[in-house]
């Protein structure tokens, strides 16, 4: 293996894992502990990981920018999109409840599910969202009975938030969630930057029997102030085929089901 290559994934696995040691990295790729030294300088130097004794921690630190919903729309949208499409294959039998948050993957799932809704299930989905976009589309849909969560909206997002949303999703019970997120790691699972936003992403992975996060694959590796699921909390990830091998692998060493979106 190239030595470029060898720290592109030290790199992947230290943002995925959140510390790598020098005598772990030895044995996976088969070298030498001062050549892993010699990487760990390298990368430490670039800005890609940060040095610690005995080993290395992501450079990254919790990221907190709001980005607006428009620019996140318009990011990796060819990579959502088969996301999204792929998704619905998962979807469990009619009649069933889902939730479906608020994000632009999501929002891309039910615009998927509303051009795919002939001919009529034999029962129709029980589909619990706080997303304005998502409401909207699938409204007329003959397939769904929509439930908005209440609550105060915020225009990032397009998203209904606050306890009264929060509140509501207590009460309630899902077959499946299906959820968008601006980050995953293993060490912090999904998460997001806003703390409202986040409980009511939590709320529907809590109340859900089973969860699917939507996640292409610039989201590996990020990790945003507030962790909504755990990775135990994760069933399965859907995620584009741009995904490093390495977060797959350790996502599937967790237990998780990885699906990847084709063309």
């Given at each position: 293996?190239?030595?470029d290559?060898r ?7 230290t ?14 790729f ?13 990368l430490d130097?670039?800005g890609s ?13 919790y ?12 990011a ?7 996301i999204a ?35 009529e299930?034999?029962?129709?989905y ?9 409401a ?11 439930q ?9 997002s ?9 509140q ?8 499946v969630?299906?959820v ?5 790691t ?19 992975v ?19 102030l ?8 994760i ?8 995904s ?7 996502l ?8 990847f979106?084709?063309?």
């Amino acid at each position: 293996m190239r030595s470029d290559e060898r720290r592109r994934q030290i790199t992947s696995l230290t943002a995925v894992k959140g510390r790598t040691t020098v005598l772990e990295l030895a044995e996976k790729f088969g070298v030498t502990a001062e050549t892993i030294r010699r990487d760990l300088s390298t990368l430490d130097e670039q800005g890609s990981i940060l040095r610690v004794h005995g080993g290395a921690v992501p450079a990254r630190t919790y990221r907190t920018d709001h980005t607006p919903y428009e620019s996140r729309a318009r990011a990796s949208l060819a990579a959502k999109r088969k996301i999204a499409n792929k998704a619905i294959s998962l979807l469990p039998q009619p009649g069933s409840t889902l939730f479906l948050d608020g994000g632009t993957t999501t929002a891309l799932m039910a615009e998927a599910l509303a051009m795919a809704d002939s001919p009529e299930f034999t029962e129709p989905y029980k589909l619990i969202t706080n997303s304005l976009p998502i409401a909207k589309t699938l409204a007329n849909s003959a397939n769904f009975d929509i439930q908005l969560l209440g609550g105060k909206i915020r225009p990032q997002s397009q998203s209904v938030l606050g306890s009264v949303a929060t509140q509501t999703l207590a009460v309630l019970r899902a077959d499946v969630a299906f959820v968008g997120t601006n980050a995953l790691t293993l060490e912090h699972g999904l998460s997001t930057p806003d703390a409202e936003e986040g409980a009511v992403k939590r709320a529907m992975v809590t109340n859900a029997d089973q969860v699917i996060a939507l996640c292409d694959a610039t989201k590996f590796g990020l990790d945003y102030l507030v962790s909504f699921a755990p990775t135990e909390d994760i069933d399965t990830v859907v995620t584009d085929l741009a995904s490093d091998e390495p977060y797959v692998r350790a996502l599937k060493e967790c237990g998780i089901t990885v699906v990847f979106a084709a063309d």
